[in-house]
């Protein structure tokens, strides 16, 4: 018997939430309605999209107008070395050194 009353509780418990899933399905279709009802009133404040923000678009970078896509793999003839122009290669990739010329004293001895 105990079998058969957990069975008995489990199926109310099933349509209780078969009934519940069906009233939030309904409750989102009625604001899905309401929101593109009031997309399309002008008097809604806030429901229209901004005229200022373009439309998000689906196309990728790659495959832009070149003249718009920025090359960011540095094997264009325009492409120059990040830092002062005229001093290639005199990193020394310790910032102590920053700014230093090579070879000179830091010290102030």
């Not at 200022?52 to 920025?70: F, K, M, N, Y």
């Amino acid at each position: 018997m105990e079998h058969e009353e957990q069975a008995d509780k489990l199926e109310e418990e099933l349509e209780r939430l078969e009934r519940h899933s069906d009233e939030v399905g309904e409750r989102i279709d009625d604001a899905r309605r309401e929101w593109e009802s009031n997309e399309e009133d002008r008097t809604v404040p806030g429901a229209q999209p901004d005229p200022e923000t373009p439309d998000r678009s689906d196309q990728l970078p790659e495959d832009g107008p070149a003249e718009q896509v920025h090359d960011d793999t540095g094997e264009t003839a325009e492409h120059e070395p990040p830092g002062v122009p005229g001093e290639e290669g005199t990193a020394t990739g310790n910032p102590d050194a920053a700014g230093s010329d090579e070879g000179e004293d830091q010290s102030g001895d």
